[in-house]
């Protein structure tokens, strides 16, 4: 199981530029952007907190 979070996030960070998600993100409205963001952040917390519970 391991290995495929392993290639799910080499997939997501080869094929999503920062920048280019950023202007996305903020194209798509100031709030839209806020939401997005705070989704991704609790996204990357929820699973930093499975690796962690599994060592």
Not at 14 to 32: K, M, N, P, R
């Amino acid at each position: 199981m391991k290995k495929l979070y392993s290639v799910v996030a080499l997939l997501a960070i080869t094929l999503l530029s920062s920048c280019e998600l950023v202007g996305d993100i903020f194209q798509a409205g100031a709030y839209t952007g806020i939401f997005i963001v705070v989704i991704i952040v609790a996204l990357v917390l929820w699973l930093l907190s499975k690796f962690r519970g599994r060592s």
